[in-house]
């Protein structure tokens, strides 16, 4: 069984960038479609970005069009998503989801696979 364990999270002031990460054990990560959601306080979980296992097929939410990029390293069973030009409404706990597949869907009830969340609070 995959586990996946996100690190990165933290404070950055409006404007400012953050790299998170998501390391996978366990399993065969290089066949599994990883994703990026966010939830913060009050708020339904949200789609920020995926990609597919073979990095061919990647999404973004529109509100992170632009700023965001995710990308993967399959040797070292990592996904990180990069954030630039942070807004306070970036604020929330990411999350890395996965699946084994192909697509990369925007609801969050497709992933079985999800780490423990990183918290990221852009704040001046």
């Known amino acids: 069984q995959v586990q996946l364990v996100e690190s990165g999270g933290g404070l950055v002031q409006p404007g400012g960038s953050l790299s998170v990460s998501c390391v996978a054990s366990?399993?065969?990560?290089?066949?599994?479609?990883m994703t990026w959601f966010r939830q913060a306080p009050g708020m339904e979980r949200e789609f920020v970005a995926g990609m597919a296992w073979s990095g061919g097929s990647t999404g973004y939410a529109d509100s992170v069009k632009g700023r965001f990029t995710i990308s993967r390293d399959n040797a070292k069973k990592t996904v990180y998503l990069q954030m630039n030009s942070l807004e306070p409404a970036d604020t929330a706990v990411y999350y890395c989801?996965?699946?084994?597949?192909?697509?990369?869907?925007?609801?969050?009830?497709?992933?079985?696979?999800w780490g423990q969340g990183t918290q990221v609070t852009v704040s001046s």
């Open positions: 989801a996965a699946r084994p597949g192909t697509i990369v869907r925007t609801t969050s009830e497709y992933y079985d696979l």
């Open positions: 366990g399993g065969t990560f290089s066949t599994l479609t």
